[in-house]
C-alpha cells in the first residue's frame, strides 16, 4: 500500500509560517545608537553604523535645535518647514544596496500617508482650551500637551525659536509586513544611516523656497542658533525563535527591498503631457510629486496650474485620468488632510503598479500653466524590489 507524499508548501506559505513565528515569540527593542550636538556649519553629513542585532524594522530621528532671526522683521517657515531640515537620509544594506535615498520632505509626508494622518502629531484639543472646540472628549484635557513636534510658524525679529521635529526611516513595510527587514546578526559586513543637513535651509522671499526651512527679506538674518542635536533609535526583533535548522527568519521578507527614493524632473510645457516614468523590476506602492509651475515663491500650489495627472501603460492606456482637485480629495480621503501646498500624492496600496509585470508605465502631468526653463517636479516613490533583481533594475535617480 503506498502512502501519498505530504502536500507541498508553497515560498509564500512558508515565509507566511515564518513571519508568523517571528512575530509571536520575538520581543520588541527600541535602543538609542546616536545622541550628539553637532554644529550645522562644520558637520553637515552624519553617518551612524546601526548595532548588528536582531532583526531591524526601522529607524526614528529626532532633530531639536533653534532658529535665530537678526534686524527687522519676522522670518516664516515654509510650506514643508521642518521637514526640509534634512536634503537627504539614506540606509545601505549589508549587500550595499541603497535603499532609501530621500530628502526630509518626502520620507515626512510618507511616514503621513503609511499611518494615515500626519506624522506624530496630536489631534485638536479638547474643549478644555479655551475657544476651541471638543473633538476627542469632555472628560479630559486631549490634544497637544507634548512638545513631541515643535514646528514655529514664525521667528521674531531678532529673536529666536525652539523647534523639534522627528522622522521614521522604516525598513520592514509595517509592524505586521515584515517585508524590507534586515537580519542584523552578522560580524562580517557594515550598514550605515547616514543624514544630510540641507545646504540653504533659509533663503530671501521671493525666490523659491519649496525645499527650505525657513524665509525672510534678507536670507542671511536667518540662521540655526547653535548646535543641533541629533538623536536616532533603532526598533528591531531580539529573540527570535529558533528551530532545528536555526534561527527562523522570513527568508522571502528578507529578500525584499522596501525602497525610498526621489528624483527630480525638469522640462515641463504648457498643456502638453510631461511623463515620468516608474524603473522597471519593481511593485510602486505610491508616488508624491510636487509641482512648481513658476520655479518660485509664487507658485501657486492648489491644483490651478495643472490640467491633469494621469497613470499611462506603455501602449498609451490611461488606467485612471483625474483633474488636480479630485486628486486632492481622494488624498484626503486616505489621511483626513491636505498635504502641504504644491503636493500630490497617489497611493498604489491596493493594487501596487507592477513594472515587472505590466513593464513600462508612466506618471503623467499635463500643467496649464509652466514657466520656461524653470518648471519642475520633485517626484518621492516608494516601492518593493527584490533583491536579485536589482542590478538588472533600471535605477531611480537619488
Known sequence: ????PPPRI??????????AAVLGQAVEMTQQIYSQAIDPTT??????VPRNVGLIKRFIVIVEGTIAKANAGDGTLTAFGLQNIFSALTFTDLNNNLRVNTPGW???????ARFRRPFASALQQSAYSAGSPALLSETAEYGNNFPVIVSPVTIPSAGSKA???VWEIPLAYSDDDLRGAVYANVVNAVMQVGLTLNNSPFVATGTDDTFAVAKCTTKTDLSYSGNLQVTIYQVYLDQLPVGKQGVVLPLLDLSTVYEIKNTLFTGVVQSQDFPVPYANFRDFLSTFAVYNSTGLDSNPGDGSDVNTWALQSANFTNLWKV???TAAMLSRMIVGTDFPKAMYYFSHRRKPISTTQYGNMELVLNASSASAGLAY???GWEDFALVNTLTQAGSLAG
Open 1 to 4: 500500500m503506498s502512502t501519498a
Open 10 to 19: 508553497s515560498p509564500q506559505q512558508l515565509n507566511a509560517m515564518q513571519r
Open 43 to 48: 558637520t553637515p553629513q552624519i553617518n551612524i
Open 106 to 112: 518626502h520620507l515626512a509626508n510618507l511616514n503621513t
Open 163 to 165: 523647534f523639534r521635529m
Open 323 to 325: 483633474d488636480p482637485l
Open 377 to 379: 517636479i520633485a517626484i
